[in-house]
Nanobody, 128 residues
């Protein structure tokens, strides 16, 4: 079992940057497919980005491709989401999640129900 704690959220102006961190404990992040999801008020939670740290493969939602970068540091057991060119539409609570089924991760990385463990979320607010 793995415990996930997000940090790094905050208030930023449009065009600005933030880096979110997802610190894992209880197990190593390279044993999981790791994903970031977000939920804005009144909207469903949606996929943002994912990474298979054992192979270094990354995946992105079209809405963030070219602006966001997901990465991980196995030595720190932490996954990051670097967010550049932030827009008001990026305002949401951002959640980190872990999927223990790496064998199918390349096909299921965007499916929330496939993730077994979730963090508590961190708020990102982008002002115009």
């Amino acid at each position: 079992q793995v415990q996930l704690v997000e940090s790094g959220g905050g208030l930023v102006q449009s065009g600005g940057s933030l880096r979110l961190s997802c610190a894992a404990s209880g197990s190593t992040v390279s044993s999981y497919g790791m994903g970031w999801f977000r939920q804005a008020p009144g909207k469903d939670r949606s996929f943002v980005a994912a990474i298979n740290l054992s192979g270094g493969v990354t995946y992105y939602a079209d809405s963030v491709k070219g602006r966001f970068t997901i990465s991980g540091d196995n030595s720190k057991n932490t996954v990051y989401l670097q967010m550049n060119g932030l827009e008001p539409e990026d305002s949401a609570v951002y959640y980190c999640a872990a999927d223990r089924t790496l064998s199918s991760f390349s096909a299921t990385y965007y499916l929330q129900y496939k993730y077994h463990y979730w963090g508590q979320g961190t708020q990102v607010t982008v002002s115009s």
